[in-house]
């Protein structure tokens, strides 16, 4: 058994045994980028890139189970595919229960919102393009600048070959590749020993966008969780234990890649420029270098094809009828349109304009689709996550915890009777109000059975899944015009009693919070993208 069923364990526990460093105040003053900073490097503007209407939320969440041909990608693909993802594309400001809001008026601690969530508004996923011949640019690696949605050039020359043999049998023939690391202290700053945690969210929810985003262009992608990542941190320069790869995207090119004398990889090039860190103190936490260790010894051992398949949550018992949900159903909305709109609601919801049927069932329908399609989870691989809705306030749905059930549509009762003050005893923090919420949503996964079945890197498969699937919920409650809010800060184990899963195995990982808000917010919007 593994370090990370211990740090499992401890992040279910947290809420009733604090984790060390229990009296840890971040330092706001000497806080990160939420970027990462190389001066002197090349930089290439990023094309514009217009986004078609017929590329919708429901072509995006609510997939036919056709996976239909493989689209190449260009330039401008990609560009618009990593703005509405990670660029900045406006500035927002609004009259709401977050404790940042004093700051927030302030340019220094401008709100600047992207199309993908990220646990406390850190975002600290580095996106790299190492790219072959066959692409638009010099062959090289690059790393992707947020602010200047440009790429900047780390290393000139071809090692593509590096990252196809980090990768070992997975991917498309291609010699283009989307790298996405996590420079660990631009989350830790805040979070220290919890940082893993949020931050393997964060992975999951940009791959997420990604795959929302190009599945509704007709583009597929297929990240892999596994890999070398001792060889691609040496091809990046990284420190070992200052920032972690997560996952490495393939991408089928418009033009064919050619032939490499040198598959082997780029005979020991590796990048020499080092990004300048802001802060004047970085701290070590061991615990985070203790997950973070574990999570990276055998990155290469690829569970084998059907290795998850018991590690799927059991139909939960129950003798109460099922709940039948109408059809879900989308608005014709694009996905940058409701990617744009993405936010969260932060103490504004408003329960009297309850939910309606048809956007709970369109909210779960969506949520239980999502897959990562990483190299763990090959063709037949059942579903990992199972959904439970806590109903406030829902037109046609008596109040009550709730089991989804994809395959039937249907709701199955757990828990009889009103779960506002539940909800709201069990959160942490004051920015929410959970019982105006119309409902609350928790996907659950068997991290136990994962870790068991795939080893301590599962830890990443489970945290990117659930981060895919509040990705998922995000632009869903968008597209449908709803508020939500997505949260970590809630006991664990207490929602494990409510919902009677000591015997199950399965974990509640975060809670998502959707609903209708408050008329007429006051609430600031400039568009810069």
Known sequence: MGYAHEYATAIMHRGRIPMEPADFVPDWADRPRKAKYYPGAESFPLPDTPYPAHATVTAGCLPDGHPGTAEPFTLPLLSGMLLDSYGLVGRRLGVQANTDLAALPHYPQANWSRGTASGGGLYPVSVYWVSGPSGPLTPGVHYYAPPQHSMQRLLAGDVSGEVRAALGAHGEATDQYL???????????????????????????????????????????????????????GLLGLGADEEGLFAVVPLLWDTPPAASDTPGGGGGAAVRRRDVERSR???????????????????????????????????????????????????????????????????????????????????LAACAETRLGSDAEPDGTPRQARLYAFVNHVEGVEPGAYAYEPETHTLRLVAPGAPGSFLQQNYFLSNYNLEQTGAVLVPTLRTTAVLDATGDRGYRLVNATVGAIAQTFYTASAALGLGAGVALGFDNISYIEHLGLEDTGEAPLLIMLLGNERPHPADFRSDIA
């Open 281 to 363: 103190t970085v701290l070590d936490f061991d615990t985070l270098h203790r997950i973070h260790r574990a999570t990276a010894e055998h990155a290469t051992a690829r569970p084998a094809p059907g290795a998850l398949g018991t590690c799927a949550p059991a139909t939960p018992a129950g003798v109460a009828e099922p709940v039948a949900l109408p059809p879900a159903v989308f608005p014709e909305v694009d996905v940058r349109t409701a990617l744009r709109t993405r936010r969260s609601s932060f103490g504004r919801f408003d329960a009297t304009v309850p939910l309606t049927a048809v956007q709970l069932a369109t909210a």
């Open 179 to 233: 790298v996405l690391g996590v420079k660990y202290w631009q989350n830790a700053f805040k979070y220290n020993s919890f940082s893993f945690h949020a931050v393997s969210m964060d992975v999951g929810a940009l791959l997420q966008t990604w795959r929302i985003w190009a599945r509704a262009r007709g583009l597929r992608l297929a990240p892999a969780l596994w890999f070398d990542e001792a060889r691609l941190a």
